[in-house]
């Protein structure tokens, strides 16, 4: 293998809250109504300590001298019957962005650290949040799920069912991403974000488990031929509700799911119940799900005609584009690192499509003119995360990465340019577009944009 | 479907950490010199509070009323910037047997609550331990990893590498399971622990990412010809230490990982490197990695002359019996739970083996007379935990509940009688045995050996 390391330290990680006060600036000018949220005054963040991450390498200890760890009697098993990470890992958490994407805290987004994470499992401590009106513990003896219809023609029987009636229930697991439809919003019209953590965290990928929807409707005598839609409801403040397509649901794809990444759902994910719509959009896993009814049209809610529609250039609207495209994000070296050394690095990213299973994803390192195949080194699964790397050697110069993603219907992931030529720079959601991350000669790694 | 439920409350769980007085004193009265520890007095572990499942379906509400988290605000983003579970689920947490199994708390075990958990990712939180001289967080900044070889001729150049090293190499994510070789010591021989998480929860499974030990040893300049063998050696108190054989380094499945479920390594699991040694039990996946020396033979250390090698009938041991046979078990309803009610249940459990892919689960509800094959529903991955489930209703008579798996090689779990013809019942190591749960008409579940 070439260009092996030569020289201690390579790669300083993004200060993970990084949103300079200029940037911030540049926010409440106007350059972007990110989420269409008001914006607030806001002081500027604080540059976070480096990660401990950050310090690997710089030293040059005597090896030959024991350190203590080896040298000492360790801590006894269940000191922390539920574990939780290294005490040099606690800059790698969740980070919203206070005043600039929302007034109201419980009304806001947390984004998932993309930049220091590895593989295609997110753990649920760093799941992304999107919350409507806050989240809630609810007590999963006290929780319901009713299923009833517009129409008593469309089922034959209403019913309620408990937490005990579900989990009594044959299920299934599957391996899902599931990201907002507003994730990118902020990069529309220019590139405005530093770091890969605001860019693209608001996508995570777990293991769900739960019951098909389907069987809890046929339970209660579903008649297909007139229900064509259910409406999903949560039990939050905000009652949010989406629509979802009936053959969406025949599939068996469509699950009302209880466990994530092998325990219950988390508070802030829906416990203890959550719809899981593979390859959809965010806003339609409805969380703490305690209501589907069963009509034969779309419901029109508040989530799919005032939000979560997508402006064209014309002014017009689409609505009920459900569906995330084929993307990909490089997620390290990404935004805010900087390159301390020259020589080999693995470049590493993720790639998904709500179309099915990633075929193929191609890495430039000069802005688009070369590709070459990335290797996807994860299980591979469809609606999932897949992670992919490839080698390079960096020769010290500026240089622009991108990544392409290709799925499983052949489906390219498109430029900005390709995007905008339909979709104009005023939307809010559903951003697929080809991210690119400029590398200076300093080493320092920014976002930008490359039509 | 038919036996959907009829009335409310289906399975208490067990009382996670139950094990009662009696069994104590059944174990110290020398049933089994369990995993080779001394046994010391026990109080009484305390019967677990419920948890919050358990009570779900007992009530009776009023639907029509809202909850309060309906009515509320909820809770902010970022509150808790890295998640945890919900306060309703304070008892699902890995749990230790204080005094039965050792005198000293950091060379124990605490095993993962298997009856609670759902699909095939077990949550890094509980993942089992099994230290030999407790845990240690390790600067992730002072740790590293050295290359040597027993003989100069076995590779062409020694090398330190820092952990920033590592992080900028070629690296892969697989999803594995990890069994400790000891896993259901306690059963060899009679069934002895009540519950699951004692009798088989010395196992978890995990997406593990980091650099394949080839690439490293091929950057030393290593000699295949003449290195059929390495040692790999951890930074603990106990130094533990293990040969692992260059056919399955070559392989490439061999990692030397820093990433577990998309996150750095937890503590517990040897932060911040591990060796992952797909299909070979534990005490080969050497945590807090700091040594590889290259050799051309097995090096005989500690942890496989006087422990970790199987007793046969005779008296004489097997010695380096390293990769774990293909096995299952069902994890609920498991022993300790209680059927509330009659009617239909989902029969879920897992099965693995370190040979590869799980091609078929059986399941008998006779004791083993009849069997019927179970739904796969889950990512069924190499040498990683497999979920299965099955339905079943429940007459509401005495049932003995097994699970049987066979591997893509063919090979079938054997039945206790199968094993004891080869390995006697005074082995330690190695029981991969069909598990036994026994339904009493009063819905109680018990742990019995069926030969």
Redesign the interface.
């Known amino acids: 293998?070439t260009g092996?390391?030569t020289q201690?330290?390579?790669?300083r990680p993004a200060p993970e809250n990084f949103l300079s006060a200029e940037q911030i600036g540049e926010v409440k000018a106007g350059r972007r109504d990110f989420l269409r949220s008001s914006l607030l005054a806001a002081t500027a963040a604080l540059v976070a300590p480096l990660t401990?991450?950050a310090?690997?390498?710089?030293?040059d200890?005597d090896?030959l001298k024991l350190?203590e760890?080896?040298?000492?009697?360790?801590?006894?098993?269940?000191?922390?019957?539920?574990?939780?990470?290294?005490?040099?890992?606690s800059q790698?958490?969740?980070?919203?962005l206070p005043g600039v994407l929302s007034k109201v805290?419980?009304n806001?987004?947390?984004f998932t650290p993309l930049q220091?994470?590895?593989?295609?499992?997110?753990?649920?401590?760093?799941?992304y949040?999107r919350?409507h009106?806050?989240?809630?513990?609810?007590?999963?003896?006290?929780?319901?799920l009713?299923i009833t219809a517009s129409n008593p023609a469309f089922i034959k029987q209403a019913k309620?069912y408990?937490?005990?009636?579900l989990?009594?229930?044959?299920?299934?697991?599957?391996?899902h991403f599931l990201e907002c439809g507003g994730n990118g919003a902020s990069e529309w019209g220019a590139a405005t974000f530093p770091t890969v953590q605001y860019t693209h965290g608001m996508l995570s990928c777990s293991?769900?488990?739960g019951v098909p929807l389907r069987?809890l409707l046929?339970?209660c005598g579903v008649d297909y031929k007139k229900a064509r839609y259910v409406l999903a409801e949560g039990?939050?403040?905000a009652?949010l509700t989406r629509t979802i397509a009936m053959e969406m649901i025949e599939s068996g794809e469509v699950l009302v799911a209880?466990?994530q990444?092998?325990?219950?759902?988390?508070?802030?994910n829906g416990?203890?119940l959550r719809l899981i719509v593979p390859g959809a959009q965010g806003v339609s896993w409805v969380k703490?799900l305690?209501r589907i009814e069963v009509g034969d049209q779309p419901f029109a809610s508040r989530e799919e005609t005032l939000s979560y529609v997508d402006l064209l250039p014309d002014g017009m609207h689409r609505q009920y584009t459900t569906i995330n495209e084929c993307k990909s994000v490089i997620t390290s070296p990404s935004g805010g690192q900087t390159l301390l050394s020259q020589g080999?690095?693995?470049v590493?990213g993720l790639a998904w499509s709500g179309r099915g299973k990633i075929k193929q994803v191609d890495v430039s390192f000069d802005g688009g003119r070369n590709w070459k195949p990335a290797?996807l080194?994860?299980?591979v699964?469809s609606k999932a995360l897949t992670?992919f790397?490839i080698?390079w050697v960096w020769d010290g110069r500026p240089a622009i990465l991108q990544s392409r993603a290709i799925d499983e219907t052949g489906y390219v992931q498109p430029s900005y340019k390709q995007l905008r030529a339909v979709r104009g720079s005023q939307s809010t959601y559903h951003n697929n577009a080809i991210q690119s991350w400029e590398v200076l000669a300093s080493g320092e790694v920014n976002n930008v944009q490359v039509l």
Do not use: C
Request: proline fraction near 10%; hydrophobic fraction near 30%.
């Open positions: 293998m092996l390391p201690p330290g390579h790669l401990a991450r310090a690997a390498g710089s030293g200890p090896i350190p760890w080896s040298t000492s009697s360790g801590r006894p098993v269940v000191e922390r019957p539920y574990g939780s990470p290294s005490k040099y890992e790698l958490v969740r980070r919203d805290p419980g806001s987004v947390s220091g994470l590895f593989g295609i499992i997110t753990p649920s401590g760093l799941h949040e919350h009106q806050g989240w809630q513990d609810i007590d999963p003896a006290r929780h319901r009713m309620v408990t937490m005990d009636d989990l009594r229930l044959p299920s299934v697991s599957r391996i293991e769900f488990t069987l046929e339970d039990a939050d403040g009652t209880y466990g990444n092998g325990e219950m759902l988390r508070p802030e416990y203890p703490w305690r080999f690095f693995n590493t290797r080194d994860s299980a699964l992670r790397n080698d």
